[in-house]
């Protein structure tokens, strides 16, 4: 998939936002939602989107519109900071399927990191338990 294309509204992000696809969600207000990664590289993976945007990618978003989301990025990031406890956390946004997007709306992912922990790869391995991920969502939602 090239860098630029136009917009798919049948990605999953934009299902989601429709409501046609559940989540886990973290946080919502009217400019972004915060939800867990179904397939997660770490416990606590978390997405950060744009709702009113069809922007595949960071090169793609309104100029104008970056600011207020990397806010509740940043707001999200925090959050997770105080309900898990990492040592680190990596927040990455990839732009185009050669830099490893999958899922072609805009979205930054929150990583919460351990020393020595081991990080899955991006888009493999297996699908997280809900119910787990709601565990882990009520104790950053705690934190929002």
């Given at each position: 998939m090239t860098l630029h294309a136009p917009y798919d509204p049948d990605n999953i992000f934009a299902k989601?936002?429709?409501g046609e696809?559940?989540?886990v969600k973290v946080f919502e207000d009217d400019l972004a939602l915060a939800f867990m990664d179904v397939f997660p590289q770490v416990e606590g993976h978390t997405l950060v989107i744009p709702k009113q945007e069809t922007a595949r990618n960071l090169l793609d978003m309104p100029t104008d519109k970056l600011g207020a989301?990397?806010?509740?990025?940043?707001?999200v990031a925090q959050a997770v900071e105080k309900a898990l406890q990492p040592d680190g956390i990596v927040v990455t946004q990839?732009?185009?399927?050669?830099?490893?997007?999958?899922?072609?709306?805009?979205?930054?992912?929150?990583?919460?990191?351990?020393?020595?922990?081991?990080v899955g790869a991006h888009a493999s391995g297996g699908m997280a338990d809900l119910a787990e991920l709601e565990t882990i969502a009520a104790k950053i939602r705690a934190e929002m």
């Amino acid at each position: 998939m090239t860098l630029h294309a136009p917009y798919d509204p049948d990605n999953i992000f934009a299902k989601i936002l429709r409501g046609e696809m559940p989540c886990v969600k973290v946080f919502e207000d009217d400019l972004a939602l915060a939800f867990m990664d179904v397939f997660p590289q770490v416990e606590g993976h978390t997405l950060v989107i744009p709702k009113q945007e069809t922007a595949r990618n960071l090169l793609d978003m309104p100029t104008d519109k970056l600011g207020a989301l990397i806010t509740r990025v940043q707001s999200v990031a925090q959050a997770v900071e105080k309900a898990l406890q990492p040592d680190g956390i990596v927040v990455t946004q990839f732009n185009g399927a050669a830099a490893g997007q999958t899922v072609f709306h805009l979205h930054f992912h929150i990583l919460p990191r351990r020393e020595g922990e081991r990080v899955g790869a991006h888009a493999s391995g297996g699908m997280a338990d809900l119910a787990e991920l709601e565990t882990i969502a009520a104790k950053i939602r705690a934190e929002m």
